[in-house]
C-alpha cells in the first residue's frame, strides 16, 4: 500500500501486510498522489506505480504520468513525468486523470492501461479510449490499431489462465454519460478487436472486481448486496494425477508451460517436462487411466527393471519430446469443435535415464486434462 494521511498531511509511506500484521518499510518514492493504479509485474517481480493526481503549490489540481517500480526495498522512477504517455491538456494544464485502470499482460509481458476519464479542476471532461501499453525497451506505446469500446471503465484485469484481458464498464453514449448494459469486454492480445462477452449488470449499479488467480474467475461484489462470479462455462484444466519415481536428477514432473497454455479449443496445449538427464523423453497420451490395450493400470514397472515406477494412462497415442537443459515441451493442438468440450485424458512421459535402473527408464508423475472453451 502506498501512501495516506497524516497528521501532518498527506504522506509517501510504503506499507506490507503479510497475512497477520501492516509493517511500513518506506517514507520516500513517488510523490502523494490519489487514485494512482498499482499492479504486480511478473516479469519484473516488481510493483509498479501509475498515475494519479494531486495538487501543485498553487492549489490546482495536477495528474501524473510518472512511472515508479517497488524492489521490496526502494521506489524507483522508470518513466519521467515528461515522459512518452501524455498527460491530459485538453482543455487546461491542471487536467487530472482517473479510472485509469492499469494491469499486467502475462502472456505478453507488457504492462497495459485503458480508460480513462479526465476532469477540469474537478469538472467532468470526458471519456478517451485510450489503450496503452508499456515493456523496458518500447516505453508506452498507444494501441490504435485495436477496434475497442468506448467505456465507463471500472476495472481492466488479466485472465492467466485463458491469457486475455478482461475490461468491465458502461458504453459511453454521445452525451458522455454511460448507458446500456455494464458489459465483460475481452481481448487476447492478437485480434483485431474486443469483443462483448457479457452484461450481467444494469447501468445504475457499481461493482468492485477482482481476478482470483486461483479458481481462474472474475468475482464482483455489486452495491446492490449480490455477489457474481465471472468465467468460462467450461474451463480447459490440468490436475495432478499420479506420482512418478525418482530418477537420476529426482523425479520427473509435467506442469503446464504457461498459465494459459492448457487444453482449450483451437489452442495448443502445453506441458513442461523437468528433471530430464538426457533432455529427452517419450510423452504417453491416453483417453483412460484404467486400461491400456487390455492391461490394467495403473501397472507395476518394477518387474520391468524399473523399481517404483507405475505406467497410470493408457498409451493410446505417443510422441517424442525433446528440448534444452533438463528440460523438454510437449505440445498437442486441440481441434475447434464443441464435440470435445469436457473431454478427459491423461499424459506421462517415460524419461531416458541410464543411471536410474537396470532398464534406463524412469516414469514422470501423470497429469489429467479437461478440454475447455474459452
Not at 337 to 351: K, N, P
Request: net charge negative; charged share 10%; glycine share 14%.
Amino acid at each position: 500500500m502506498f501512501g495516506g494521511s497524516g497528521s501532518t498531511g498527506p504522506t509517501r509511506d510504503t506499507w506490507e501486510w503479510d497475512g497477520i500484521n501492516w509493517a511500513q518499510l518506506s517514507s520516500t518514492g513517488p510523490s502523494f498522489r490519489l487514485q494512482a493504479s498499482g499492479v504486480y509485474h511478473l516479469g519484473r517481480q516488481r510493483v509498479v506505480l501509475f498515475g494519479g493526481y494531486g495538487v501543485d503549490s498553487l492549489g490546482n489540481t495536477i495528474g501524473f504520468n510518472d512511472l515508479w517500480e517497488w524492489d521490496g526495498a526502494n521506489w524507483s522512477l522508470l518513466t519521467s513525468p515528461s515522459g512518452v504517455y501524455p498527460l491530459l491538456t485538453v482543455v487546461s494544464p491542471h487536467n487530472r486523470v482517473y479510472y485509469l485502470t492499469l494491469t499486467y499482460d502475462y502472456r505478453r509481458q507488457r504492462l497495459v492501461t485503458y480508460g480513462p476519464q479526465w476532469t477540469d479542476n474537478g469538472g467532468f471532461g470526458g471519456v478517451l479510449d485510450w489503450i496503452w501499453e508499456w515493456d523496458a525497451a518500447s516505453g508506452w506505446v498507444q494501441q490504435t490499431a485495436v477496434q475497442r469500446p468506448l467505456l465507463h471503465v471500472i476495472k481492466l484485469m488479466y485472465d492467466q489462465a485463458r491469457g486475455r484481458l478482461l475490461v468491465t464498464g458502461w458504453p459511453v453514449l454521445p452525451n458522455g454519460s454511460g448507458g446500456g448494459p455494464a458489459g465483460v469486454y475481452e481481448w487476447d492480445g492478437f485480434s483485431p478487436a474486443w469483443q462483448l462477452r457479457s452484461a450481467p449488470l444494469s447501468q445504475t449499479t457499481l461493482w468492485s472486481d477482482e481476478y482470483d488467480s486461483l479458481r481462474s474467475r472474475v468475482m464482483r461484489v455489486s452495491t446492490d448486496g449480490s455477489t457474481w462470479v465471472y468465467g468460462p462455462t467450461q474451463p480447459a484444466a490440468v490436475f495432478a494425477h499420479g506420482n512418478g519415481c525418482t530418477g537420476s536428477l529426482g523425479t520427473p514432473s509435467l506442469v503446464p508451460s504457461a498459465p494459459w497454455t492448457l487444453p482449450w479449443l483451437g489452442d495448443s496445449v502445453s506441458l513442461d517436462i523437468t528433471n530430464l538427464p538426457l533432455g529427452v523423453a517419450v510423452m504417453l497420451m491416453g483417453f483412460s487411466d484404467q486400461q491400456s490395450g487390455g492391461i490394467t493400470l495403473p501397472l507395476d514397472l518394477g518387474p520391468y527393471g524399473m523399481p517404483t515406477c507405475f505406467l497410470r494412462v493408457a498409451d493410446d497415442a505417443s510422441r517424442l519430446a525433446y528440448g534444452a537443459g533438463n528440460t523438454a515441451t510437449w505440445q498437442l493442438g486441440v481441434p475447434n469443435s464443441v464435440s470435445l468440450l469436457g473431454l478427459s485424458f491423461y499424459v506421462q512421459a517415460a524419461v531416458l535415464d541410464p543411471g536410474a535402473n537396470t532398464a534406463g527408464l524412469t516414469a514422470s508423475d501423470s497429469v489429467s486434462g479437461i478440454v475447455g472453451g474459452r
